[in-house]
């Protein structure tokens, strides 16, 4: 399956992932009931966002934080991992989907406090 075969803008160039497919590329691994509400309340980017120019990567000056997302069908593995090493982040790589926050809500919450505490040192 092509994850982007089902996203979709709206008139406002919203980009959603149709709410019949959304559990397949973006939460197969999260109770099928939790997947089920995230694609009717999914908060969407507008397409615009991929034109937009950004200013400079906090990641240069700031210790970093990455969850590597393993099955996740949104973006690559090897992209997040690439991600995680060009901003040499600390990192967790997980057997999840893209809604890793949903499916491993525990160690999404361990990775922030570990990152919160290594912070205030």
Request: proline letters at 7%.
């Amino acid at each position: 399956m092509k994850t982007l075969d089902n996203v979709k803008p709206d008139s406002g160039g919203f980009l959603f992932i149709s709410q019949e497919k959304f559990p397949e590329p973006f939460a197969q691994d999260v109770d099928g009931t939790e997947a089920d509400i995230m694609a009717v309340v999914q908060k969407t980017p507008n397409q615009s966002i991929f034109a937009e120019k950004s200013g400079p990567p906090a990641w240069k000056q700031l210790p970093a934080w990455f969850q590597v997302s393993e099955n996740d069908r949104i973006i690559y593995p090897d992209a997040e991992r690439n991600f995680a090493e060009r901003m040499n982040a600390t990192t967790l790589s997980l057997n999840s989907s893209h809604a890793s926050l949903v499916s491993h809500p525990n160690e999404i919450a361990q990775l922030i406090l570990n990152a919160t505490k290594a912070n205030t040192k």
